[in-house]
């Protein structure tokens, strides 16, 4: 059994572990993938003051995000296909959240249906949602969440047409993959994804297959998910949606002050300040550069959280001392999926969890809900000047 001291030991058997398509689709960002590669060494840009002397017992990192206790202020993101980086994926994500006392977000591109998640935990968890051309797939979807009592909607607004990843193009990327010479190859190597995918029958998308009208083969579904993302989707649809769904409403993509004042009109209960992981709109900012503005602009009004780039307790304090409420993980528990399964994605949560902890008693803050700027060291031209 390796010794995991760190999310990259995670990806690193991630690597290992996955098949190739799945391990690419998860590690790459649109384009030249600058945003992907800025979101992560932008966070490395900010310093943390040391200091000394301050009482380091009965140390917190308990918060709550839109209300909800957590163990720590962060959730796990919505990621497509997590059913296909290990067998019944979502579900064993969701097990490790519910465990730890963090929330799971469920992808509308999940390879468990909301149902089968629902079935398999006790905790609610949230639920993203893609908007679809096709109304009465998206009512469907909406009315099956309450169903299943997920506790937050994360709509999605950055992704009505999707960012070109030339690795899914090359790779030939399907759910469940097609069986090439190439893809024979490399499944040769990876014996235990292949037996434990043979005994689960979740395949496939789950929350499209057999819900969304016409879609009950992978020739149907491939050339419907092609069609269905809406690009009409505007600040009215979102009105709209809020209140076909009722509850609380987090608005996910949200990378511009404008359009966080918007959020916060339209009544969001959070943010989440993303650039979908480098994933849409490369030549983007980072997340954490775009973080101080838009606090300023709006965090007196609706609560923010902010993902992209976040690989450790270290950078979660960052984004927390910079204003944020909680933060989201992707890519850092996919790893963890993709290298050991339930206990891999709990090993990222610990990881994480020691980080903040260590790092916040040497920062000489003993509790997660008193982050301020005051505890980092944050270059003068950090959010840059751009005209
Ligand atoms: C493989 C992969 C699939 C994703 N699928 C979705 C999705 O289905 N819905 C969504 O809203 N965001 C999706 N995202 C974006 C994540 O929710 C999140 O914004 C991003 O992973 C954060 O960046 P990080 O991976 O650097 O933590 C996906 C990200 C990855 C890496």
Same mark, same amino acid.
């Given at each position: 059994m390796p010794v995991i001291t760190t999310i990259d030991d995670l990806k690193r058997l991630h690597k290992r572990r996955t098949p190739k398509m799945f391990y690419d689709y998860c590690e790459s960002g649109s384009w030249t993938e600058q945003t992907f590669r800025d979101n992560e060494s932008d966070f490395d840009k900010i310093r943390l003051r040391q200091r000394i002397a301050?009482?380091?017992?009965?140390r917190t990192t308990a918060s709550k995000l839109i209300g909800q206790d957590v163990t720590m202020p962060l959730a796990l993101a919505p990621v497509g %296909?997590?059913?296909?980086?290990?067998?019944d994926g979502e579900i064993k994500a969701a097990r490790a959240a519910e465990k730890f006392g963090v929330p799971f977000t469920l992808s509308?591109?999940?390879?468990?249906s909301i149902e089968d998640v629902a079935e398999h935990t006790e905790k609610p968890f949230w639920f993203q949602l893609y908007v679809m051309r096709d109304e009465e797939y998206v009512d469907n979807i909406i009315e099956r969440a309450k169903r299943a009592g997920c506790s937050a909607l994360v709509l999605t607004?950055? %992704?009505?047409i999707l960012g070109q990843r030339h690795k899914d193009l090359k790779n030939g990327l399907t759910a469940p993959p097609k069986m090439t010479p190439p893809v024979i190859a490399d499944l040769a190597t990876k014996w235990r994804w292949g037996i434990e995918m043979l005994q689960t029958?979740?395949?496939?998308f789950g929350n499209i297959v057999g819900h969304a009208?016409?879609?009950?083969n992978m020739n149907s579904l491939s050339s419907w998910t092609a069609e269905q993302f809406?690009?009409? %989707?505007d600040w009215n649809t979102v009105r709209k949606l809020k209140e076909k769904w009722g509850g609380k409403l987090i608005l996910k993509g949200i990378l511009d002050v404008d359009d966080a004042k918007m959020a916060a009109e339209v009544g969001a209960d959070a943010i989440i300040v993303s650039n979908h992981g480098g994933r849409q709109l490369d030549g983007a900012l980072s997340s954490i550069r775009m973080l101080p503005s838009i606090v300023q602009a709006v965090g007196d009004k609706v609560e923010i959280h902010l993902d992209s780039g976040i690989r450790s307790g270290q950078d979660m304090l960052k984004a927390l001392a910079m204003g944020a409420k909680g933060v989201m993980i992707g890519r850092a528990y996919i790893h963890g999926l993709g290298a050991m399964g339930e206990a891999g994605v709990t090993k990222a949560l610990e990881v994480i969890h020691r980080e903040l902890d260590i790092t916040m008693a040497l920062c000489g803050?003993?509790?997660?809900?008193?982050?301020?700027?005051?505890m980092l060291l944050v270059p003068?031209?950090?959010?840059g000047r751009w005209a």
């Amino acid at each position: 059994m390796p010794v995991i001291t760190t999310i990259d030991d995670l990806k690193r058997l991630h690597k290992r572990r996955t098949p190739k398509m799945f391990y690419d689709y998860c590690e790459s960002g649109s384009w030249t993938e600058q945003t992907f590669r800025d979101n992560e060494s932008d966070f490395d840009k900010i310093r943390l003051r040391q200091r000394i002397a301050v009482d380091m017992t009965n140390r917190t990192t308990a918060s709550k995000l839109i209300g909800q206790d957590v163990t720590m202020p962060l959730a796990l993101a919505p990621v497509g %296909l997590t059913g296909m980086q290990r067998a019944d994926g979502e579900i064993k994500a969701a097990r490790a959240a519910e465990k730890f006392g963090v929330p799971f977000t469920l992808s509308t591109m999940s390879i468990c249906s909301i149902e089968d998640v629902a079935e398999h935990t006790e905790k609610p968890f949230w639920f993203q949602l893609y908007v679809m051309r096709d109304e009465e797939y998206v009512d469907n979807i909406i009315e099956r969440a309450k169903r299943a009592g997920c506790s937050a909607l994360v709509l999605t607004l950055d %992704l009505q047409i999707l960012g070109q990843r030339h690795k899914d193009l090359k790779n030939g990327l399907t759910a469940p993959p097609k069986m090439t010479p190439p893809v024979i190859a490399d499944l040769a190597t990876k014996w235990r994804w292949g037996i434990e995918m043979l005994q689960t029958k979740r395949r496939s998308f789950g929350n499209i297959v057999g819900h969304a009208k016409g879609v009950d083969n992978m020739n149907s579904l491939s050339s419907w998910t092609a069609e269905q993302f809406d690009p009409r %989707l505007d600040w009215n649809t979102v009105r709209k949606l809020k209140e076909k769904w009722g509850g609380k409403l987090i608005l996910k993509g949200i990378l511009d002050v404008d359009d966080a004042k918007m959020a916060a009109e339209v009544g969001a209960d959070a943010i989440i300040v993303s650039n979908h992981g480098g994933r849409q709109l490369d030549g983007a900012l980072s997340s954490i550069r775009m973080l101080p503005s838009i606090v300023q602009a709006v965090g007196d009004k609706v609560e923010i959280h902010l993902d992209s780039g976040i690989r450790s307790g270290q950078d979660m304090l960052k984004a927390l001392a910079m204003g944020a409420k909680g933060v989201m993980i992707g890519r850092a528990y996919i790893h963890g999926l993709g290298a050991m399964g339930e206990a891999g994605v709990t090993k990222a949560l610990e990881v994480i969890h020691r980080e903040l902890d260590i790092t916040m008693a040497l920062c000489g803050r003993r509790d997660v809900n008193t982050f301020d700027r005051d505890m980092l060291l944050v270059p003068e031209d950090f959010e840059g000047r751009w005209a």
